[in-house]
């Protein structure tokens, strides 16, 4: 028998993986509640975050429970044909036939659907959905997963035909029906074969509620993770906790992917009797960030979308005009697991964090030709003064091509110095970023191990780096840059602190643009760079 494990891949099983309770994560007394009134709604949630694990075990408790036949049905497979409406109906009603004879053991509907045409698929699925109704001896309730994976006129007219027959409900159509995806329905902006945009309000206007599946909480994450230690004995330093709930915030994916490197991918960690430190945690936390899994991949993907790039731009670049953002997008971008809005717009999580503005310079950082060694003293720690010296002299003659290069021209800057400063420290140190709507900065923790052999164990070099775009007056710009950058470097426990000042205005020469002067800040000195 295989051991319990981390689940990083697909739907979390019992009695196979570690599992937070899915029906107490759906908070299963409101879904009995709906399904008793015969409700429609939506249950939805970023990527990975346990949706299909949830909705399974809520058709098991149902169809254990004897009162209603539940089924689930992923259809996924439908998105491929996306304007192609007769076939997109035939697999979505194949589907719903199939998972019948899986999970239900019942083969009627594949043998109904083997009998249509499906000439009019404009009434397919809800014909179908009807005979199901018609033929059960319990009432029906319909699951449907990946609902907005669809497109265009198959989307819309799954939506309409399930609206159709709303109101045969119980005896000639499920009797409930949950539709379940990463976006709420209000944010499908469905462009129809006739280029007319249609939202999913108007198109499901039968909804009764929209759920949220959130994170797991704090609480249950240590609890997730010490099901492990009770499993194994294996011990975790209690100082990676609060890591690894900065990190990930409760992200499921984020916090099985991150047990399963430590416990199963790290050999010298397989062994239970060997207790893992916080820096075997920061290990694997780093290597998840260079690994570019699926799940990373995916999420940055999502910055080419137009919504998600004004409100991640605003965020990188720290612009206060963010009141321009539509609140709906803001909304949306949170309904993806980017961002959350309380108590402040902010990344939902340190690897998110990380991974974006670094997907965003990847293929600009490996471009830059500049090498480590030159920025090394002899007790080997980086001369910041010689790495900004080169910076600004890149900058000057570099910035304007490159930064065009950027997708996120807004914050081209800030993601231009963050290249250059990941080239240099990759494979030695770390970088931790602080940004936000409205903050006006971008805080860099530049960390670097000052012993190669002992690493982060042994004595480390911390440099403090405020980036500020200069909007008004310099004297303004740099009397609020320096309180920020002395209050970070005490926060942060920094030994040197550096302010770089980014002037974007055309007219102005580069020979004023680039300069460098030493300040002091409470009773902090602290080196300002102009670029």
Same mark, same amino acid.
């Given at each position: 028998m295989v051991p319990l494990f981390f689940n990083n891949a697909g739907p979390s099983v019992p009695g196979d993986h570690y599992v937070i309770d899915p029906l107490e994560r759906i908070r299963i007394t409101h879904i009995e509640q709906l399904i008793a009134e015969r409700r429609y709604f939506i249950l939805h949630a970023p990527r990975q975050t346990g949706k299909t694990t949830c909705l399974l075990a809520l058709m098991d408790h149902l169809n254990r429970q004897g009162t209603h036949h539940a089924l689930y049905a992923n259809i996924e497979a439908a998105q491929a044909l996306r304007e192609d409406v007769p076939q997109a109906i035939r697999t979505v009603c194949s589907v719903i036939a199939h998972?019948?004879?899986?999970?239900?053991?019942?083969?009627?509907?594949?043998? $109904?659907?083997?009998?249509?045409?499906?000439?009019?698929?404009?009434?397919?699925? +809800?014909?179908?959905?009807?005979?199901?109704?018609?033929?059960?001896?319990?009432?029906?309730?319909?699951?449907?997963?990946?609902?907005? &994976?669809?497109v265009g006129d198959s989307l819309i007219s799954v939506l309409r035909q399930i609206r159709a027959g709303y109101a045969q409900r119980p005896a000639a159509f499920p009797a409930s029906l949950i539709l379940c995806g990463v976006r709420d329905v209000?944010?499908?902006?469905?462009?129809?074969?006739?280029?007319?945009?249609?939202?999913?309000?108007?198109?499901?206007?039968?909804?009764? +509620? &929209?759920?949220?599946?959130?994170?797991? &909480?704090?609480? @249950?994450?240590?609890?997730?993770?010490q099901q492990h230690t009770t499993a194994t004995g294996q011990v975790f330093d209690a100082a990676i906790f609060a890591e690894l709930w900065a990190d990930t915030r409760g992200q499921p994916w984020l916090v099985n992917a991150l047990g399963y490197e430590l416990t199963r991918a790290t050999p010298h960690l397989r062994d239970p009797a060997v207790t893992i430190t916080r820096e075997d945690y920061r290990a694997v936390r780093e290597k998840l960030i260079q690994s570019r899994a699926t799940h990373l991949d995916q999420l940055t993907d999502k910055l080419k979308e137009k919504r998600v790039h004004q409100v991640i731009a605003a965020m990188l670049s720290g612009d206060d005009h963010h009141d321009?953002?539509?609140?709906?997008?803001?909304? $949306?971008?949170?309904?993806?697991?980017?961002?959350?809005?309380?108590?402040?717009?902010? =990344?939902?999580?340190?690897?998110?964090?990380?991974?974006?503005?670094?997907?965003?310079?990847?293929?600009?950082?490996?471009? =830059?030709?500049?090498?480590?060694?030159?920025?090394?003293?002899? @007790?080997?720690?980086?001369?910041?003064?010689?790495?900004?010296c080169a910076f600004q002299q890149f900058f000057r003659e570099q910035s304007a091509s490159w930064t065009e290069r950027f997708d996120y021209k807004e914050a081209g800057p800030q993601l231009l110095l963050q290249a250059f400063l990941q080239r240099i420290v990759n494979g030695g140190g770390r970088i931790t970023r602080e940004y936000g709507l409205g903050r006006k900065r971008t805080d860099l923790l530049v960390e670097w191990p000052t012993d190669e052999q002992t690493g982060f164990l042994?004595?480390?070099?911390?440099?403090? %780096? @405020?980036?500020?775009?200069?909007?008004?007056?310099?004297?303004?710009? %740099?009397?609020?840059?320096?309180?920020?950058?002395?209050? $970070?470097?005490?926060?942060?426990?920094?030994? +040197?602190?550096?302010?770089?000042?980014?002037?974007?205005?055309?007219?102005?020469?580069?020979?004023?643009?680039?300069?460098?002067?030493?300040? &002091?800040?409470?009773?902090?000195?602290?080196?300002?760079?102009?670029l």
């Open positions: 998972r019948a004879k899986t999970y239900l053991k019942d083969t009627r509907l594949i043998s $109904y659907i083997k009998d249509q045409t499906f000439d009019s698929p404009g009434d397919a699925l +809800t014909e179908l959905l009807t005979h199901w109704a018609e033929i059960s001896d319990r009432p029906t309730v319909l699951l449907l997963d990946e609902i907005d &994976s669809l209000r944010d499908y902006r469905i462009v129809s074969r006739g280029k007319d945009i249609i939202t999913g309000g108007s198109a499901f206007n039968i909804k009764a +509620t &929209s759920l949220r599946l959130g994170n797991f &909480s704090e609480a @249950e994450t240590r609890a997730f993770w321009k953002i539509p609140t709906d997008d803001l909304q $949306y971008v949170a309904d993806l697991g980017l961002i959350a809005l309380r108590p402040s717009a902010r =990344i939902t999580n340190r690897i998110y964090q990380e991974t974006i503005p670094r997907e965003l310079i990847w293929s600009k950082q490996v471009m =830059i030709t500049h090498k480590q060694h030159w920025y090394l003293t002899a @007790e080997h720690r980086l001369d910041m003064h010689k790495l900004l042994g004595e480390v070099q911390r440099i403090v %780096l @405020e980036l500020k775009i200069q909007y008004g007056s310099l004297a303004t710009t %740099l009397a609020t840059g320096l309180r920020q950058t002395a209050d $970070y470097a005490a926060q942060c426990g920094a030994d +040197t602190a550096h302010l770089l000042i980014f002037n974007r205005r055309p007219e102005v020469s580069w020979d004023d643009k680039i300069w460098h002067q030493a300040r &002091s800040q409470d009773q902090r000195r602290i080196e300002v760079w102009g």
